[in-house]
């Protein structure tokens, strides 16, 4: 084997390397984050009018998700926004609603029953804002008993798509 054609093997395995190193770097960078709103617990209007964490998996994914994410919602509240407020000096007690609008909200703020439709008052003051990442949102579908795998990075490509 020549010298020129050993460094061009070298040159395009050191170029598949590079390649590979790039797509696990994008993979892993950028994880989609959702927000929770500690104020959307208080309002028939709250998290985008129940239909937030939908949206937030259409954007990222251009899908509809094969789970219930009233269920998740919920779930992403208890594990993660209720400790929140607490830890604040807040005592909320949770429920969820079966209805086309919020479906959990807040029914008492340190006793006091909620009005979901006072949307003039601030409950919160200040502003109580939960970080979800993909990982955190994984590992609670994972526990729910629902397959993480649903939630992947977006263009991840070292995955397939869903069929519709």
């Known amino acids: 084997m020549t010298q020129q054609r050993k460094q061009d093997r070298v040159d395009r395995e050191r170029a598949k390397r590079q390649s590979i190193n790039e797509r696990i770097a994008s993979r892993s960078a950028a994880q989609p984050t959702f927000y929770l709103n500690a104020e959307s617990l208080f309002s028939k209007w709250g998290f985008g009018d129940g239909g937030s964490l939908w949206d937030w998996f259409y954007d990222h994914y251009d899908d509809s998700p094969d789970w219930p994410e009233d269920d998740l919602l919920y779930a992403l509240c208890q594990a993660y926004l209720m400790p929140k407020l607490a830890d604040a000096g807040y005592h909320v007690e949770l429920m969820r609603i079966e209805t086309s609008h919020n ?4 029914a008492t703020l340190n006793g006091e029953e909620v009005d ?3 949307s003039a008052r601030t ?20 526990r729910l008993g629902y397959s993480p795998a649903l939630l992947r990075p977006p263009n991840d490509p070292f995955a397939t798509r869903r069929s519709p």
């Open 116 to 118: 979901h439709y006072d």
């Open 103 to 106: 479906p959990v909200r807040a």
């Open 123 to 142: 409950w919160i003051d200040p502003p109580i804002e939960e970080r979800i990442t993909l990982t955190q949102m994984n590992a609670l579908m994972t």
